[in-house]
């Protein structure tokens, strides 16, 4: 079974921390994400990666950035934590590939910002 | 442009009766895949199913199934004979070639089932 291991579960940092989630997946999959989910909002894309070093800004980029040294590992960082961070944060994996792959997903790491 | 859209925010199902969740797609892209998962409340995402936009038939997966109109754009999700265990948000997804595979996500229909 694909895996797909987000390092925490719950988070709690103040404002101006900086921050590092981490993710790893065990299949080899080329494509990794990272989703940010709010209610109502549904999952907005924050990056994406197709390949060890690429990156891609998703919908809502601002305020973070990724970094992909091993194509297991997808790591989201937060530089200067802020309140309107707090928020479930969701890794996912998938092959490459047109048309088929689905997302697989980390159990989700949800961050508070005081 | 919403990529994704369900305009259902919530839906209440009698148990052992079908629910249609309704799910609308944008794209340009001749070449798409369409998804369904559910989080329940213990926040996982599961895969439930998926549609290929070249696909001739609707998708099904045990008591899921993928209404899917391609002129219509419309990809709705179909569950038959509700069970307790399917109280859970349910999200449509889009994953575009076009876009690099990206995947687009709607914000989700939380559906209870009814005892």
């Known amino acids: 079974d694909v895996k797909v291991t987000q390092s925490s579960r719950y988070l709690v940092k103040r404002t101006g921390e900086k921050v590092f989630l981490e993710c790893v997946q065990d299949?080899?999959?080329?494509?990794m994400f990272w989703y940010r989910q709010d209610p109502g909002l549904g999952l907005r894309l924050i990056y994406f990666?197709?390949?060890?070093?690429?990156?891609e800004k998703g919908d809502i980029p601002e305020g973070y950035s990724v970094s992909r040294e091993k194509k297991e590992r997808f790591s989201l960082i937060l530089e200067s934590a802020s309140t309107n961070q707090t928020s479930m944060y969701l890794c996912?994996?998938?092959?490459?590939?047109?048309?088929?792959?689905?997302?697989?997903f980390g159990e989700g790491s949800r961050l508070t910002v005081l | 442009a919403q990529k994704i859209t369900q305009t259902q925010p919530g839906m209440f199902v009698q148990e052992k009766e079908a629910v249609t969740l309704d799910c609308t797609y944008d794209t340009s892209d001749p070449s798409y895949g369409l998804f369904w998962y559910k989080q329940p409340s213990s926040g996982e995402m599961i895969f439930l199913i998926y549609?290929?936009?070249?696909?001739?038939q609707n998708a099904t997966e045990g008591r899921y199934s993928l209404n899917f109109q391609k002129a219509r754009k419309s990809a709705n999700l179909v569950i038959s004979a509700s069970q307790l265990g399917d109280s859970a948000m349910y999200f449509c997804?889009?994953?575009?070639?076009?876009?690099?595979?990206?995947?687009?996500f709607g914000t989700g229909t939380s559906l209870t089932v009814i005892p």
């Open positions: 997804a889009m994953r575009e070639v076009i876009t690099g595979n990206q995947f687009y």
């Open positions: 549609q290929g936009s070249y696909d001739q």
């Open positions: 996912a994996s998938s092959l490459g590939g047109e048309g088929t792959g689905e997302l697989f």
């Open positions: 299949m080899d999959h080329e494509n």
């Open positions: 990666s197709y390949d060890v070093k690429m990156k």
